[in-house]
């Protein structure tokens, strides 16, 4: 069973919390890629694209007696970044997993050792990481959570609402999450879905938490515009601009009181430290497959926690391996923003894991079994998937 696998004798117990390597090597014997496609519940849109038809790459990772999963969260199209379903399958298959499969590594840190070579790709990299965190946290025998440095047993959460053609059917939405008990409700926002809609959302709801996603919709000359949002009261506006600016967003953060958050243009703890130099913004959205796993996840949490910034965990419209993935990580300490984590059913008739994410009164709970604490349902995986390759 993935949730208790046997802890092999010889392994010695560690701090759970500890930032070192394991000092026992490990070694993936066998990885496993599958391709299954998952359809959510309405289509998704945002202002750079949109989806409803997922094409999720699932990992499975097994060594030493142990298994991790994890999922890569590329999408179909590269309109939110350039890795897409295809390109992570090209570079994992090519180059990725024959550079890692049947090598000693000490852990989640240096198991993409042997393949710094490859440029980018960090989607593609980060499904491998993070399925040697599961399988590092279940050698210790420990919630991921528990592996990563985890503090919380449950981790404030809010949902991400698609662009919408007109305002009822967006009120009638952000009702419903409302009546479901998210802390916080994101609004996807561009050019004429942006001040009016919004301002109607704040008089209706005088008292919820809001804030907005551009997806890179605006440029430095909208920044009248922008300003107006100062009104609303929004808890921050996403990355209102390019994908790959930081110039531009520290003029835009000088001149507005709305805090500015990045999520496309950050994708490493490099790219915080030229955000917090010039300014860029003064939150982060740390989505693990963005920044090339969870170890640099958690180097970015440190850094914005070390400045008095606040983060929270991102979402990739995930199936539940990749919501395991991001619960851990957000029950960091540094993590006191809702995250991007939305219950399973927010998304999917029916998830992979049981059981399935679920949210009350606001919050999710990190699972507490071991690895990423839930049970994939392998046999529908294996039924749903359309293509497999397979290393040893
Ligand atoms: O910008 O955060 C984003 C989904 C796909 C691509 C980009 C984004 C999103 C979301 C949804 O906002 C977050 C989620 O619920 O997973
Ligand atoms: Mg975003």
Same mark, same amino acid.
Request: with cysteine; proline share 5%.
């Given at each position: 069973?993935?949730?208790?696998?046997?802890?092999?004798?010889?392994?010695?117990?560690?701090?759970?919390?500890?930032?070192?390597?394991?000092?026992?090597?490990?070694?993936?014997?066998?990885?496993?890629?599958?391709?299954?496609?998952?359809?959510?519940?309405?289509?998704?849109?945002?202002?750079?694209?949109?989806?409803?038809?997922?094409?999720?790459?699932?990992?499975?990772?097994?060594?030493?007696?142990?298994?991790?999963?994890?999922?890569?969260?590329?999408?179909?199209?590269?309109?939110?970044?350039?890795?897409?379903?295809?390109?992570?399958?090209?570079?994992?298959?090519?180059?990725?997993?024959?550079?890692?499969?049947?090598?000693?590594?000490?852990?989640?840190?240096?198991?993409?050792?042997?393949?710094?070579?490859?440029?980018?790709?960090?989607?593609?990299?980060?499904?491998?990481?993070?399925?040697?965190?599961?399988?590092?946290?279940? =050698?210790?025998?420990?919630? $991921?959570?528990?592996? !990563? %440095?985890?503090? @919380?047993?449950?981790?404030?959460?809010?949902?991400? &609402? *698609?662009?919408?053609?007109?305002?009822?059917?967006?009120?009638?939405?952000?009702?419903?999450?409302?009546?479901?008990?998210?802390?916080?409700?994101?609004?996807?926002?561009?050019?004429?879905?942006?001040?009016?809609?919004?301002?109607?959302?704040?008089?209706?709801?005088?008292?919820?938490?809001?804030?907005?996603?551009?997806?890179?919709?605006?440029?430095?000359?909208?920044?009248?515009?922008?300003?107006?949002?100062?009104?609303?009261?929004?808890?921050?506006?996403?990355?209102?601009?390019?994908?790959?600016?930081?110039?531009?967003?520290?003029?835009?953060?000088?001149?507005?009181?709305?805090?500015?958050?990045?999520?496309?243009?950050?994708?490493? =703890?490099?790219?915080?430290? $030229?955000?917090?130099? !010039? %300014?860029?913004? @003064?939150?982060?959205?740390?989505?693990?497959?963005? &920044? *090339?796993?969870?170890?640099?996840?958690?180097?970015?949490?440190?850094?914005?926690?070390?400045?008095?910034?606040?983060?929270?965990?991102?979402?990739?419209?995930?199936?539940?391996?990749?919501?395991?993935?991001?619960?851990?990580?957000?029950?960091?300490?540094?993590?006191?923003?809702?995250?991007?984590?939305?219950?399973?059913?927010?998304?999917?008739?029916?998830?992979?894991?049981?059981?399935?994410?679920?949210?009350?009164?606001?919050?999710?709970?990190?699972?507490?079994?071991?690895?990423?604490?839930?049970?994939?349902?392998?046999?529908?995986?294996?039924?749903?998937?359309?293509?497999?390759?397979?290393?040893?």
């Amino acid at each position: 069973s993935p949730s208790s696998p046997p802890t092999p004798l010889g392994r010695r117990p560690h701090d759970a919390a500890s930032n070192r390597p394991d000092s026992d090597p490990m070694k993936i014997e066998r990885a496993t890629l599958r391709e299954i496609p998952l359809r959510l519940k309405e289509f998704f849109e945002i202002s750079s694209g949109g989806s409803q038809d997922r094409r999720v790459l699932l990992l499975t990772l097994e060594g030493d007696g142990l298994e991790g999963w994890s999922e890569c969260v590329a999408s179909a199209d590269p309109s939110y970044a350039y890795e897409t379903t295809d390109t992570a399958w090209h570079v994992l298959t090519d180059f990725i997993l024959p550079g890692v499969v049947g090598r000693d590594f000490s852990g989640p840190e240096d198991v993409l050792a042997p393949v710094s070579w490859i440029r980018g790709h960090g989607m593609a990299k980060a499904a491998v990481e993070m399925g040697v965190w599961d399988m590092a946290a279940r =050698a210790d025998g420990v919630s $991921l959570s528990a592996k !990563l %440095g985890g503090t @919380r047993a449950d981790v404030p959460v809010g949902v991400s &609402v *698609g662009l919408k053609s007109d305002d009822e059917a967006l009120h009638e939405q952000v009702e419903g999450f409302l009546q479901d008990g998210y802390a916080r409700v994101k609004i996807k926002i561009k050019p004429g879905r942006d001040v009016e809609m919004l301002s109607g959302l704040r008089e209706r709801y005088p008292n919820v938490d809001f804030m907005a996603d551009a997806n890179s919709a605006y440029t430095l000359a909208d920044v009248d515009r922008l300003k107006e949002l100062d009104a609303l009261d929004l808890m921050m506006i996403e990355q209102p601009l390019r994908y790959d600016d930081f110039l531009h967003h520290a003029r835009l953060q000088e001149r507005i009181e709305t805090a500015v958050c990045l999520d496309e243009s950050i994708k490493s =703890a490099a790219d915080t430290e $030229l955000a917090l130099e !010039l %300014g860029s913004c @003064r939150i982060i959205n740390i989505k693990p497959g963005r &920044v *090339g796993g969870l170890a640099e996840s958690r180097r970015i949490h440190d850094m914005m926690q070390a400045e008095g910034l606040a983060v929270w965990c991102g979402g990739m419209l995930e199936s539940g391996v990749g919501r395991a993935h991001n619960v851990a990580l957000a029950s960091l300490p540094g993590f006191t923003l809702p995250g991007d984590i939305s219950a399973s059913s927010r998304y999917w008739e029916q998830d992979i894991v049981s059981p399935e994410f679920t949210v009350s009164d606001g919050t999710m709970a990190v699972p507490k079994g071991v690895g990423i604490g839930v049970e994939v349902d392998v046999e529908r995986v294996g039924a749903l998937t359309t293509r497999v390759a397979t290393f040893t």
